[in-house]
Antibody, heavy 118, light 109 residues
Framework: QVQLQESGPGMVKPSETLSLICTVS??????????WDWIRQPPGKGLEWIGS???????YYNPSLKSRVTMSIDASTNQFSLEVSSVTAADTAVYYC??????????WGQGTLVIVSS | SYMLTQPPSVSVAPEETARITCGGY??????VHWYQQKPGQAPVLVIY???DRPSGIPERFSGSNSGNTATLTISRVEAGDEADYYC????????????FGTGTQVIVL
């Protein structure tokens, strides 16, 4: 069965760039049936969609984050990644990667907490 | 941008029925998905396409969607159903964009 696992630094300094990787196991990231997404959740708050990437590299970003977000995909390693630039304390959150078949998220990673602090 | 509003909390006794609403402009014209999130865990899809259940989700979970309100119904509530629940839609008006509801905490009395 397909599993997703987030990895990356647990702490980032303000104004720097947050970088995370999601490793997909048990299935190919190159499938045309799915989008691959990032979603975040600040402590004690709700879910916020960050962006989607297709196997072709086509990306879609949340308009509220678009200017600071970059996603990429690497079929050779079965991974996709997220970068958020110029981070502030407001970017402190649990970051989830997820798989999206048709408008919903049916498989999620366990999530990784990223704290923005000097 | 499109917004989805949920009540902050819903309290229900065991064996009773919990109804969680998700309000949005003309949400009945969209397909709604629901997630359950327990403390310290990732969300789990419990309803997709308004009223379809993924394998492994009990029949006690059902959904409906009409007008300006979508509803997740949990019948015969169990203690294990205590969690946060989020609705979600794909906002086609924004090219390709997903929107989550504000979330509802279900409290089993």
């Amino acid at each position: 069965q397909v599993q997703l696992q987030e990895s990356g630094p647990g702490m980032v300094k303000p104004s720097e760039t947050l970088s995370l990787i999601c490793t997909v196991s048990g299935g190919s990231i190159s499938s045309s049936s799915y989008y691959w997404d990032w979603i975040r959740q600040p402590p004690g708050k709700g879910l916020e969609w960050i962006g989607s990437i297709f196997y072709s590299g086509r990306t879609y970003y949340n308009p509220s984050l678009k200017s600071r977000v970059t996603m990429s995909i690497d079929a050779s390693t079965n991974q996709f990644s997220l970068e958020v630039s110029s981070v502030t304390a407001a970017d402190t959150a649990v970051y989830y990667c997820a798989r999206s078949p048709r408008g919903y998220f049916n498989i999620w990673g366990q999530g990784t907490l990223v704290i923005v602090s000097s | 941008s499109y917004m989805l509003t949920q009540p902050p909390s819903v309290s229900v006794a065991p064996e009773e029925t919990a109804r969680i609403t998700c309000g949005g402009y003309n949400i009945g014209s969209k397909t709604v998905h629901w997630y359950q999130q327990k403390p310290g865990q990732a969300p789990v899809l419990v309803i997709y396409f308004n009223n379809d259940r993924p394998s492994g989700i009990p029949e006690r979970f059902s959904g409906s969607n009409s007008g300006n309100t979508a509803t997740l119904t949990i019948s015969r509530v169990e203690a294990g159903d205590e969690a946060d629940y989020y609705c979600q839609v794909w906002d086609s008006s924004s090219d390709h964009s997903y929107v989550f509801g504000t979330g509802t905490q279900v409290i089993v009395l």
